[in-house]
């Protein structure tokens, strides 16, 4: 019998083993460079994942009113679609392609976090704007000291599910939902945030993976095996939610 979940706590383990590998070598010299290797990391993990006509890099978004995104970490785009300019692993592109952008940390504080929420937030403002369904957009982080104060808690809720999939860690997990999501007992957009021991940065993948596949086949049939595969939690991952931050309607 599968074992899907033994399997998703083993890209969290991967790619922690990984992540520490050059600043054994290079120590605190070089933030920069350790930052983009991290990056490099779940590239790598990405490309695995997701399906052969869908690209990765990094680059910049531009959308219908000429307003053009800060430079994004990780892009992820259809390659069925034509770019603007496309040079080795940058891009400039059109939202038509995207399918989701991604921030990766180091590490986050609160002060940090509210930082590159702001950041997200931007992005995904500019590449949502005129259009109804949302993009992908994710925060990523390696190691985590959020503490989920009340400036943190406000400063996410004000997106409005624009910043919609966040791993903090191997273990913290937060995500957007529109009401009547995941059951019909939330009657509010709001935001979930889950303890997933081992399994945030797996979870993370599998949403972006899930988000694809949904907008690629938007008529198909779901396929439950492959569902089975990408959230794994017996009685999904709703059992280990910590907090349900609503957002207000008014």
Known sequence: MQNYVDYQKSISLELSGLKNRVRNFI???????????????????????????????????????????????????????????????FILTTKECVYGIIEVKTKLNNTSFMTTIDNSFHNGTIINKNHKKKIFNGIFCYDNEVTYSGMVKMRLLSTNGVVN?????????????????????????????????????????????????????????RNDQLYKYLFPIDGTKESRRLHTWNISED
Do not use: C
């Open 27 to 89: 120590g605190s010299a070089n933030w920069n460079e350790e930052g983009r290797y991290k990056e490099s990391i779940l590239i790598d993990i990405l490309k695995r994942a997701l399906p052969a006509h869908v690209g990765i890099g990094t680059g910049f978004v531009i959308n219908n009113d000429g307003e053009i995104t800060k430079q994004i970490d990780i892009l992820v785009y259809d390659t069925r679609i034509p770019l603007l300019f496309k040079k080795n692993e």
């Open 165 to 221: 999939h966040i791993s903090l860690g191997e273990h913290q997990f937060i995500r957007f939902w529109q009401k009547g999501f995941p059951t019909q007992s939330y009657q509010n957009n709001h935001f979930g945030v889950y303890e997933m021991d081992t399994l945030s940065f797996g979870y993370f993948i599998s949403n972006l993976v899930a988000h694809v596949y949904e907008k690629d086949d938007k008529n198909s049939t």
